[in-house]
């Protein structure tokens, strides 16, 4: 079980507003690649347009791109530009976001609504072995717009303790950088579910509304699932995407 204060007084997560401006243009193209935003064999704009885009010099938008194409997820090519290489990473932080905006992509940011460790209720599907199971609720928006509420059910063996201003907005990063352990694969099952009492006014669908749900069992490296979660997406504003390359 992993103690959380401990690690974050000794490594806390960086807030990227203090990360430097560079750093901050590669993940914000980053998450641009990995969320379908900017598709693999995509040239971007000429250096000089992003720069002014970004507001920076020539020279740090190149420091950026250069750390992109270091991550294998940029082809650098002289005298013809750049080039999204999408086949990136799979452990990238949102390598297994498969919700999208109905044009495709769509920027993920998280609002995160509670967080609380409690007895494992017996209408949840196996997983982990713990007896108590921490409860995380979050609203996620695509592009600023509410699309997805998340239930996320995380072995309670997992963490001694989790409060709800530690975590970013990618939870598979959180659990990698601070609890020591990485999602390896997903098992994702898709139906129509009703919203569910919780919902907050501003996701835009009412309590008992139709929606689509998405049941998730997910596996770090052992051989039980770690973690369950469901997930309500409205279909006025998102839908769900696998992409097989």
Not at 95 to 122: C, H, K, M, N, W
Not at 184 to 192: F, K, N
């Amino acid at each position: 079980m992993s103690s959380i204060n401990q690690k974050r007084n000794a490594d806390p997560v960086p807030d990227a507003a203090n990360l430097p401006i560079y750093q901050q243009i590669a993940s914000t193209l980053r998450r641009g690649i990995m969320t379908g935003q900017l598709v693999d064999g995509q040239p971007l704009p000429p250096e000089r347009q992003l720069a002014r885009q970004f507001g920076v010099s020539v020279v740090t938008l190149r420091k950026a791109l250069q750390l992109l194409a270091n991550d294998g997820m940029l082809r650098r090519r002289q005298g013809s530009g750049n080039y999204v290489s999408a086949r990136a990473d799979p452990e990238q932080k949102y390598g297994f976001f498969r919700i999208e905006t109905l044009a495709g992509g769509g920027l993920p940011t998280a609002d995160y609504l509670s967080v609380d460790l409690q007895p494992r209720p017996p209408r949840l599907p196996a997983f982990g072995t713990g007896g108590d199971v921490w409860r995380i609720r979050r609203l996620r928006a695509l592009d600023s717009v509410p699309a997805v509420l998340e239930e996320i059910w995380l072995d309670g063996s997992c963490a001694d303790q989790l409060d709800m201003s530690w975590l970013p907005e990618s939870l598979y990063a959180f659990y990698q950088s601070e609890l020591g352990f990485w999602i390896s694969r997903a098992e994702d099952s898709v139906g129509v579910g009703t919203i569910p009492d919780w919902a907050p006014d501003i996701f835009g669908l009412a309590a008992g509304s139709a929606s689509g749900v998405v049941d998730r069992r997910a596996w770090a490296q052992g051989p039980d699932a770690i973690e369950y979660s469901r997930s309500w997406f409205n279909p006025a504003t998102a839908r769900y995407v696998a992409r097989l390359i």
